[in-house]
């Protein structure tokens, strides 16, 4: 077969198959997107509903129609491929420089939190009678960056019966206790005693979500919103060891070699590349000037890959499931949001 053949076979299955799926992800994104103004008016328009959150909800509205096997193989693209490229393209939010910034104090206080938090959502799992995959997403999304972190954990999470509503709990869990960290962190902070630069640590090592830790930072001051935010921004770039040690920790442990598949060949590398251009462009102000809207266009790609795909999931994911899921869930989720602010919140109270 020629290789204009091929492509054509190849777009001509895309369009058959792929098509109906990926369609109706990006028409719930495209609609939370548009619906996401309206609800923050309707709410005062101080408060908002993150739009990733109203995505999930209208996804799962919607999930009659993945009984439909027309939009399935399309769903699966998108969780899984769409989503992967995504995370990849996250490289480009983190610069190097920032990170040797931190200090060797800072950076170790947050690898400690971040395994401490990590091993903490295994534990209750264990505990509370749930599944060894809903550990690793509460986990890691805590550990890391909330959402983006709970997808990017589900694809090295060997498949189990109610994997679906477990991420679909897991980001809304994780946009929810964010918001509360968001007003409540930084009064603990004021009581704790730490300094500006402290309390920017601690934002940027504890909260989920990068929204809600800028919020945060910049409720205190300018030069907390930017230790938090440089803070958050290795909490990211930890995240892809992060997946990868939970996904080789899980087909030893969990399941039999080869139901999970830790994804080091393809946004894995990507995702690094990218994180070293972005920082090497960074420094070039010849370069400044082109790079940066070329780099703001793929962020864009990526914040609308990574809505997609949750979308996606949303579909994919019953309503009923979801209310099935109990306390126990929420117990996980908080328990181990209430280690990381611990452990981090303590080192910084005793090397202060």
């Not at 509205?61 to 996250?90: M, N, Y």
């Not at 938090?117 to 509460?138: D, H, K, N, Q, W």
């Not at 303590?346 to 090397?351: F, Y």
Request: glycine share 12%; charged share 10%.
């Amino acid at each position: 077969m020629s290789a204009i053949g091929a492509f054509r076979q190849f777009g001509g299955s895309f369009a058959t198959v792929l098509w109906p799926g990926v369609l109706v992800s990006v028409a719930v994104a495209a609609a939370a997107t548009l619906a996401n103004p309206w609800l923050k008016a309707a709410l005062g328009g101080r408060v908002g509903v993150p739009v990733v959150v109203i995505a999930l909800v209208i996804g799962m509205a919607l999930h009659p129609l993945a009984g439909r096997a027309v939009f399935e193989p399309g769903l699966t693209f998108c969780v899984k491929k769409l989503l992967r490229w995504a995370i990849a393209l996250l490289g480009l939010r983190i610069a190097l420089g920032d990170i040797v910034s931190l200090g060797l104090g800072t950076a170790l206080l947050v690898i400690v939190a971040m395994a401490a938090t990590v091993t903490t959502g295994f534990l209750l799992a264990r505990l509370l009678g749930r599944e060894p995959g809903m550990g690793a997403l509460g986990g890691v999304a805590t550990a890391v960056c909330g959402a983006s972190a709970a997808l990017a954990t589900a694809t090295v999470v060997p498949d189990y019966r109610g994997k679906a509503a477990d991420v679909a709990f897991t980001v809304i869990a994780m946009n929810a206790l964010s918001t509360i960290a968001m007003l409540a962190y930084p009064l603990l902070c004021l009581w704790l005693g730490l300094s500006e630069q402290q309390t920017g640590i601690l934002l940027g090592a504890t909260i989920h979500d990068v929204a809600q830790v800028v919020g945060a930072g910049q409720s205190v001051s300018d030069d907390a919103a930017n230790a938090a935010v440089i803070v958050k921004l290795f909490r990211v770039f930890m995240l892809l060891p992060a997946v990868l040690i939970v996904g080789w920790w899980m087909t030893r442990h969990v399941g039999e070699h080869g139901d999970a598949k830790v994804p080091v060949p393809v946004f894995a590398i990507v995702f690094l590349i990218l994180c070293l251009l972005n920082s090497v462009l960074a420094a070039q102000p010849a370069f400044a000037e082109t790079y940066r809207p070329v780099r703001e266009i793929l962020l864009t790609a990526s914040a609308w890959g990574l809505l997609v795909a949750i979308a996606a999931l949303g579909i994919g994911t019953s309503l009923g499931a979801m209310a099935r899921l109990g306390w126990r869930h929420l117990a996980l989720v908080t328990g181990t949001s209430l280690v990381i602010l611990a452990v981090a919140g303590g080192g910084l109270v005793i090397l202060r």
